[in-house]
Nanobody
Framework: QVQLVESGGGLVQAGESLRLSCVAS????????VGWFRQAPGKERAFVAA????????NYAHSVKGRFTISRDNTKNTVYLQMNSLKPEDTAVYYC?????????????????WGQGTQVTVST
């Protein structure tokens, strides 16, 4: 079992930046990929970005490409999501999730472990 805890959310103005962190409670027994998803009010949860165990493979949603950067520090069991040039439409609860293997999936199915989420609010 892997427990994930997100942090770093908050209230910012449009154009500002935030960095989210996702810490795993323990090192997994095997390689796993980590993804970030978000759920805005009244909308379904949507893929944001994912990164492979090695950090060499990444995947981004079109809406965040060029603004968000996902990275990981396996020595700290931590994955980061650097969010720049934030827009009001980025407002959502952000979740991190872990999937066994190295596929950087852009859908929820492979992800077995989920965090509780952290709120990001971007004002105009």
């Amino acid at each position: 079992q892997v427990q994930l805890v997100e942090s770093g959310g908050g209230l910012v103005q449009a154009g500002e930046s935030l960095r989210l962190s996702c810490v795993a409670s323990r090192r997994a027994d095997s390689a796993y990929s980590v993804g970030w998803f978000r759920q805005a009010p009244g909308k379904e949860r949507a893929f944001v970005a994912a990164i492979a165990w090695s950090g060499g493979g990444t995947n981004y949603a079109h809406s965040v490409k060029g603004r968000f950067t996902i990275s990981r520090d396996n020595t700290k069991n931590t994955v980061y999501l650097q969010m720049n040039s934030l827009k009001p439409e980025d407002t959502a609860v952000y979740y991190c999730a872990a999937a066994p293997g190295s596929v950087v999936a852009g859908v929820e199915d492979p992800y077995e472990y989920w965090g509780q989420g952290t709120q990001v609010t971007v004002s105009t």
